[in-house]
């Protein structure tokens, strides 16, 4: 009988890159203080879910036989046909003019967006590769570029998103290191971002595409529009997707969901790919889950062959924009007289991005976190949002969502949090 | 206006250690040959999907407006804690005596069992480890394995699956090329194998777990028992899981799933994991998809609650055992006169194994192949089911799979392949 100590578990680089990440303290956190007001979590208004919607489709797709058979078999590992049609006929076509130079099968069904940069990433990415991201960016995303290795190098952003002056001095600057053959992808959250509530401006837009395009000298630059926010618009135009503005469509992947927009615990979202990446990221999903469900797929698929999803959204829209306003007339009332204290007003998704004076830290190590954590709110520290390289890590930031509490609830939240950013300036005078 | 030739699009090492995964090519045979009778796909009878039921499970969720609420919203990234409490009751507590060393927290919840696999080789592998597996071995996974970068050697099996003579001869090799420090895991399909059809005795999966540990001397190397068939039993004992016959519960993986046995459009598995690798697991699936979709963890919590799974898994076995029979049969009636072809009888599952006259090759490129797809029978070639290394690839072999088609269409596709087989092996007289 062998006896010896239990040998060391040696795990992947992968997952020692993967480790920490910031979503599971602050989940952790929450389930802790399950009374907490969460003005951190990027999840859905409870009350606004589609439970008698999903119930009439679910009902309808188990009683006609053949349906309900399709959607607990195996489907193919892009996604249902007819769903990729309807999204495309939705959410694509209608961006282009005259001329689509995409089909429904530079579509690929995924769980949710977020999947999609994951396979993105792995497809893209070797360890030591450099994507370019606005400061601040989505963490979650972050975190997994670093779990692949990739270095982030952050370009610094303003109410209308990345600004282009800023990317081409980075540019600049990584090639006169030499190391543009380096450089895969400019990551962008270009409607209502999540965190910074800002919307990349068309012109941005065009000028971005035109940069990864000119400094696609080595290898191509792609540029990954996360989309995910754009059916939450609660104000101005729509604008048309990064994917339209892309001519030959090479240069550019949008990444779309249903996870907001409808359920997140239905979970289908998609991306929009230029030929070559299509079969790149059919492979990845295939080690990783075969395809998305299909029941998911289908129900996703009746809802908006059914009308079920437009009338959802309408009312998603409506319930949002009530609880965006009340998050921002609490923030007039409670923080609007102190100084230095600043945040952008979104016209659309889910989060309000403040920035607090400079010497008060807001991270999860600082006297503001642990004190509002205390008094019972939640907010997500703004320094994760920040990438490691390129620009500075602004500790005196807050993520804020009004997407999970009921306005008063959200109002007496931003109460508390002004109680406590006063208290903490005051204590550190 | 940037004018030059579209840069190339680099892929990562990754995505090129991707690129190749024979499931893609039977796909692609299946779906442009759609009158083919397919002994090839894993796919469960679609005639026996749980339409009714899973109908009835949606209905009476989405009537309780907090189930449905909590069906459609974010969940936790390990999964429901009452379906792991339910899994947990059900396949795991019953398989240990009085001490369990494992509770429902040892439970992570993924998309199906293949999932669980993936997350396993990118928590323990780095390009360059190695993994043994039995020759021949379940050929999507051997396909994540290459992915990763993985080494994977072979070690014979025969009708009672991997031999731990032939293991221990490996394991010694593998150490006096002092590549021990490379080892991380043993993958075996231990009941009713894909693509053997054989179940691993309980003494060999007692002897290979502790050759695990006996050889456990750089770091440790892990048992991955996948068990995605076990509840497709059709005769014989049910032995217990691997997991169960590591009393300290430090070198067994065991992994289960509810897509063969309930509904893969559903894709509900799990894993059975030794403490230090939840945490693992679970930061990778976070990159991944943020934990599986509620909405399918609910329908396969109250289909477990309701009694509808046990009801369904019953209805299965009568269903596919009446299958394996008329393709046993087939095979007697056709294939019994011709020498040296010969197969094994599964238990359960939904494969039978299939050896040629060594001369003839069954592979993509064989003219048996060609052959057979001509004349309307998709089969997977054996050849895929083997590792790179340790073991020759033995090109006369074939994966049967009686799990999709009807009795009287087995048996007509095994008439078909028997003529084929007699003429390639005429022709080539």
Redesign the interface.
């Known amino acids: 009988m062998?006896t010896a100590p239990?040998?060391?578990?040696?795990?992947?680089?992968?997952?020692h890159r993967?480790?920490d990440?910031p979503?599971?303290a602050l989940?952790s956190q929450a389930l802790a203080n399950p009374g907490l007001i969460s003005l951190a979590a990027g999840?859905?208004d409870?009350s606004t879910?589609?439970?008698?919607a999903?119930?009439e489709l679910?009902?309808s797709?188990?009683?006609d036989?053949s349906m309900?058979?399709?959607?607990?078999?195996?489907?193919?590992?892009t996604g249902r046909p007819d769903l990729r049609a309807e999204i495309f006929d939705r959410f694509v076509r209608p961006d282009f003019g005259a001329e689509c130079p995409f089909t429904p099968d530079n579509l690929v069904i995924t769980?949710?967006s977020?999947?999609l940069l994951?396979l993105l990433g792995?497809?893209?990415?070797?360890p030591g590769?450099i994507v370019i991201a606005a400061a601040p960016s989505y963490f979650?995303f972050l975190?997994?570029l670093s779990?692949l290795g990739a270095e982030v190098v952050g370009v610094e952003a303003d109410g209308d998103g990345m600004d282009p002056a800023a990317l081409e001095a980075t540019l600049i600057e990584i090639k006169s290191a030499g190391q543009l053959n380096r450089l895969?992808a400019i990551y962008l959250v270009s409607y209502f971002d999540n965190p910074a509530g800002s919307t990349l401006t068309a012109s941005r837009r065009a000028k971005i595409i035109?940069l990864a395009?000119?400094y696609?000298?080595?290898?191509?630059i792609?540029v990954i529009s996360d989309e995910a926010y754009r059916p939450l618009s609660y104000e101005g135009d729509d604008l048309a997707s990064m994917s339209s503005m892309d001519a030959?469509s090479?240069f550019v992947v949008s990444a779309g969901t249903f996870s907001k927009s409808f359920?997140?615990?239905?979970?289908v979202g998609w991306g929009l790919l230029?030929d070559?990446?299509v079969?790149?990221i059919?492979?990845?999903k295939?080690?990783?889950?075969?395809g998305s469900?299909?029941?998911?797929q289908f129900i996703v698929q009746r809802a908006l062959q059914t009308g079920r999803y437009e009338t959802h959204v309408d009312n998603l829209r409506i319930a949002y924009r009530l609880k965006r306003d009340a998050m921002l007339a609490a923030l007039d009332q409670y923080l609007g007289d102190i100084d230095d204290v600043v945040w952008r007003r979104p016209d659309g998704g889910l989060y309000v991005w403040l920035t607090l004076p400079k010497h008060l830290s807001a991270s999860p190590a600082s006297a503001l976190f642990h004190l509002a954590v205390e008094r019972g709110v939640l907010y997500v520290p703004g320094q994760y949002c920040f990438p490691s390289k390129g620009t500075a890590v602004h500790e005196n930031t807050i993520r804020l969502s009004f997407g999970v509490e009921s306005a008063e609830r959200i109002a007496d939240g931003i109460r508390i949090l002004s109680l406590c950013i006063q208290e903490t300036l005051a204590s550190s005078d």
Chains 1, 2 share one sequence.
């Not at 399709?70 to 590992?77: I, N, R």
């Not at 792995?122 to 070797?126: A, I, N, R």
């Not at 469900?293 to 998911?296: E, I, M």
Request: charged share 20%.
């Open positions: 062998f239990v040998p060391e578990l040696r795990l992947s680089q992968s997952f993967a480790a990440q979503i599971g989940i999840f859905v409870p879910l589609p439970i008698e999903t119930g679910t009902a797709i188990f009683a036989p309900g058979r399709d959607a607990l078999q195996y489907g193919t590992t769980a949710g977020n999947q994951y792995e497809s893209l990415l070797d590769d979650v975190g997994t779990q895969k035109e395009k000119q696609s000298q080595d290898q191509r792609m030959a090479e359920s997140p615990g239905i979970r230029p070559e990446l079969d790149a059919t492979a990845q295939n080690n990783i889950d075969f469900p299909n029941l998911n």
